[in-house]
């Protein structure tokens, strides 16, 4: 949907080329100055970048940040969208995203990557265990210890296995081999990410976040990559409600209803957060202090949402 000033100038769909954008604009509009929005989706940053290099000032939005009747969302197409965004856009109510540097997408996409492994790996593991159980092979006494780290030896005796048919031990034999890709990927991105931390430009900050109590490796680069600058946030407030520390509210008149955490979140970041924050309430003294005390008047799952933004005022 293209707006001018003033008035309405057309809706049409195209290919997704900003070339073909800003060649129409400078046809129909010479010399004028040129804004645009889309919504963050799969397609990224890359639109973002091409867009402003061409001279258009682009924004992505929020999808959940672009007001929307009721009307609108049970009547949602693709033609309303556009124009509702256009229109938006004129009006000043659109408020962009921050758009991260190339380098740091990167990596933060090695990142999300590895999380993605290990979720595999896991999967990996649980399948061969039902297919074992499925046709009665139990684990030996004396690789029922290994079997909880997936060691060598025990992968050596899984290999070793040989069903009643050629198809079972296919069967068994090929998700040993799925998994064993997922766990050779895993060893390669975790090289990939400590390299990154010691010779990358984060190198630094890497070094100051792994001084807090709870925080190692992966999350300390976790933080550095989805984070990217602190300096972003200009109080502890709205880093907290960007990871998604913070409660949902409803509040009419003299009634106000405090609910459970709110479900807008960074969940790449909270996760991990809450994870450090339970070994961090566990290693650090005042940390430590604190989540006792918490634990007098509310459920450990509450209290260690608190301790998490405690750690988070430390890393900020």
């Avoid at 540097?101 to 593991?125: Q, W």
């Avoid at 009665?136 to 060598?152: F, L």
């Avoid at 409803?250 to 924050?277: Q, W």
């Amino acid at each position: 949907t293209i707006l001018t000033e003033n008035n309405f100038h057309k809706k049409f769909s195209q290919d997704p080329m900003p070339e073909i954008l800003t060649n129409y604009l400078r046809k129909n509009f010479p010399g004028a100055e040129y804004y645009s929005a889309y919504q963050a989706s799969y397609c990224g940053f890359n639109i973002h970048r091409r867009l402003n290099s061409l001279g258009v000032k682009n924004i992505v939005v929020n999808a959940a940040d672009v007001p929307t009747t009721d009307k609108e969302k049970r009547q949602k197409e693709d033609a309303r969208d556009s124009k509702k965004l256009a229109m938006t856009l004129r009006n000043g109510e659109l408020k962009g995203i921050y758009v991260p540097s190339r380098e740091s997408e990167e990596l933060r996409s090695l990142m999300r990557y590895r999380k993605t492994l290990v979720k595999e790996i896991a999967r990996g593991k649980n399948r061969i265990k039902s297919f074992l159980y499925y046709y009665g092979i139990e684990i030996p006494a004396e690789h029922q210890q290994d079997s909880k780290y997936w060691s060598n030896k025990f992968t050596k005796w899984l290999k070793s296995i040989e069903l009643t048919t050629g198809y079972g031990t296919s069967v068994l034999q090929g998700l040993i081999k799925d998994n064993m890709v997922c766990r050779d990927s895993l060893l390669k991105a975790n090289k990939e990410i400590r390299k990154a931390s010691i010779t990358g430009k984060y190198a630094k900050l890497f070094h100051l976040l792994t001084g807090i109590p709870g925080i190692g490796l992966v999350a300390a680069m976790t933080l550095l990559t989805e984070l990217e600058t602190i300096s972003r946030f200009k109080s502890l407030d709205r880093l907290c409600s960007y990871v998604g520390l913070v409660p949902s509210t409803r509040s009419s008149g003299e009634k106000e209803v405090t609910g459970k955490i709110t479900p807008r979140a960074n969940l790449v970041l909270r996760n991990p957060i809450i994870e450090c924050a339970w070994i961090a309430a566990r290693t650090d003294p005042a940390l430590s202090l604190a989540y006792n005390e918490l634990c007098k008047r509310m459920k450990p799952s509450k209290a260690i949402i608190r301790i998490a933004k405690k750690l988070m005022n430390r890393i900020r």
